[in-house]
T-cell receptor, first 114, second 114 residues
Framework: DAGVIQSPRHEVTEMGQEVTLRCKPI?????LFWYRQTMMRGLELLIY????????DSGMPEDRFSAKMPNASFSTLKIQPSEPRDSAVYFC????????????FGQGTRLTVV | QKEVEQDPGPLSVPEGAIVSLNCTYS??????FMWYRQYSRKGPELLMY????GNKEDGRFTAQVDKSSKYISLFIRDSQPSDSATYLC??????????????FGTGTLLAVQP
């Protein structure tokens, strides 16, 4: 398996633009997470899906953020409109429910909003 | 107060030194305690985990959990330059509806000098 695949790897956009981050989890994994990492706040959980259903979105900072998982092999995180303070590295991770301690992370998307 | 607290460092040690990394937490429902390692511009990878209290050893790495003090540690013996990375503690509980929710510390940046 190729692991968790995220795209794009880097994204530079202007304030006010819509940004869509994409994630393909490992086949057979039941749970998918979106995290945001910054120097100041570390790795923050934004939203967590189980069997394609959003279970906990309490970490989503504002209504500008939304996430979907239309099927078991694809998820998106959208920011509309984007702001400079959204600049961070966004990670997607997936877990197989029978191995609940090992989350596999993608390479991340480095987002810069100017 | 954050659920998981971790000193961000940076921590610089000479090659061969014993390294001690620590986290404290506030949620007594946490049952699984994990350490992830993150190299620069990569996603975190699971290093080792412990369930409930006690010690676990894996080669040069030892993880300790003291649930009475809500304190976990990772020890690295005979540290090597290749150990230079950010080390993140992570925790999860088994409460209903959030069985796979992983909460991370901010990470400690470790540099092992040759």
């Amino acid at each position: 398996d190729a692991g968790v695949i995220q795209s794009p790897r880097h994204e530079v956009t202007e304030m006010g633009q819509e940004v869509t981050l994409r994630c393909k989890p490992i086949s057979g994994h039941n749970s998918l997470f979106w995290y945001r990492q910054t120097m100041m706040r570390g790795l923050e959980l934004l939203i967590y899906f189980n069997n394609n259903v959003p279970i906990d979105d309490s970490g989503m900072p504002e209504d500008r953020f939304s996430a979907k998982m239309p099927n078991a092999s694809f998820s998106t995180l959208k920011i509309q409109p984007s702001e400079p303070r959204d600049s961070a590295v966004y990670f997607c991770a997936s877990i197989q429910d029978t191995k609940v301690t090992e989350a596999f992370f993608g390479q991340g998307t480095r987002l810069t909003v100017v | 107060q954050k659920e998981v607290e971790q000193d961000p460092g940076p921590l610089s040690v000479p090659e061969g030194a014993i390294v001690s990394l620590n986290c404290t937490y506030s949620n007594s429902a946490f049952q699984y305690f994990m350490w992830y390692r993150q190299y620069s511009r990569k996603g975190p990878e699971l290093l080792m985990y412990t369930y409930s209290s006690g010690n676990k050893e894996d080669g040069r790495f030892t993880a300790q959990v003291d649930k009475s003090s809500k304190y976990i540690s990772l020890f690295i013996r005979d540290s090597q330059p290749s150990d230079s990375a950010t080390y993140l503690c992570a925790m999860k509980g088994t409460w209903r509806g959030a069985t796979n929710k992983l909460i991370f510390g901010t990470g400690t940046l470790l540099a092992v000098q040759p």
